[in-house]
């Protein structure tokens, strides 16, 4: 074989290789271009799905903050509004229509917080929440009861048995109110701890 053959022979061969390995040079580059590519895009989504989640909870922490403060404003509104009534009828007279209004206005205040709250949550805030919940609305009706009692005696000629009723109204008011200070405290206890740790959702 002559030189000139050789050296094309083994010129054609370089070139072949070269081709090929340029085609598996750019093969391998473009994979390791899309395995980047791909791992830099996982790597975005996960940073957003984590900001995501960082944002829900400082949004629900700030939604419960609020929800908290709304119920125990609107319990205090309650309590004043209870004290007023309940002044009126020690007295054993037909209650106020601006302090009825104020009242009810305050139950009505009471019942949206309280279902704000029961909405957001968390468990462990929404029963303390229930109690005292509970606890306004069984106070409202004996104070409703301890006004029909006080209009049914101005209504009737006064006799022992008319008494009665508002006397027993009264004790049972009074047992009430003074617990409500334990149910107070324990739902701010439990809104306490439920703002001083990083929410879950629930």
């Given at each position: 074989?002559?030189?000139?053959?050789?050296?094309l022979?083994?010129?054609?061969?370089?070139?072949?290789?070269?081709?090929?390995?340029?085609?598996?040079?750019?093969v391998?580059?473009?994979r390791?271009?899309?395995?980047?590519?791909?791992?830099?895009?996982?790597?975005?989504?996960?940073?957003?799905?984590?900001?995501?989640?960082?944002?829900?909870?400082?949004w629900?922490r700030?939604?419960?903050?609020?929800?908290?403060?709304?119920?125990?404003?609107?319990?205090?509104?309650?309590?004043?509004a209870?004290?007023?009534m309940?002044?009126?009828?020690?007295?054993?007279?037909?209650g106020?229509?601006?302090?009825?209004?104020?009242?009810?206005?305050?139950?009505?205040?009471?019942?949206?917080?309280?279902?704000?709250?029961?909405?957001?949550?968390?468990?462990?805030?929404?029963?303390?929440?229930?109690?005292l919940?509970d606890?306004?609305?069984?106070?409202?009706?004996?104070?409703?009861?301890?006004?029909?009692?006080?209009?049914?005696?101005?209504?009737?000629s006064?006799?022992?048995?008319?008494?009665?009723?508002?006397?027993?109204?009264?004790?049972?008011?009074?047992?009430?109110?003074?617990?409500?200070?334990?149910?107070?405290?324990?739902?701010?206890?439990?809104?306490?701890?439920?703002?001083?740790?990083?929410?879950?959702?629930?």
């Amino acid at each position: 074989m002559n030189e000139g053959l050789v050296a094309l022979v083994t010129a054609g061969v370089g070139l072949v290789g070269a081709i090929a390995g340029a085609a598996v040079g750019g093969v391998g580059a473009t994979r390791g271009a899309r395995i980047g590519a791909q791992t830099a895009a996982e790597a975005a989504a996960k940073q957003v799905r984590d900001q995501s989640v960082i944002d829900h909870d400082h949004w629900l922490r700030q939604e419960r903050l609020a929800a908290c403060r709304h119920l125990l404003t609107a319990y205090s509104e309650y309590a004043i509004a209870a004290s007023n009534m309940a002044r009126v009828y020690e007295g054993s007279r037909v209650g106020d229509a601006e302090i009825g209004l104020a009242m009810g206005a305050s139950v009505t205040r009471f019942r949206d917080a309280y279902f704000q709250l029961r909405l957001l949550g968390p468990d462990d805030l929404r029963a303390p929440a229930l109690r005292l919940g509970d606890h306004v609305e069984a106070h409202n009706n004996c104070v409703t009861r301890w006004g029909n009692a006080i209009v049914r005696l101005d209504l009737a000629s006064v006799t022992l048995a008319d008494a009665a009723p508002i006397e027993a109204a009264a004790a049972e008011e009074e047992m009430l109110r003074l617990q409500f200070s334990d149910l107070h405290d324990a739902f701010l206890e439990a809104a306490t701890q439920a703002m001083t740790r990083r929410p879950t959702t629930q």
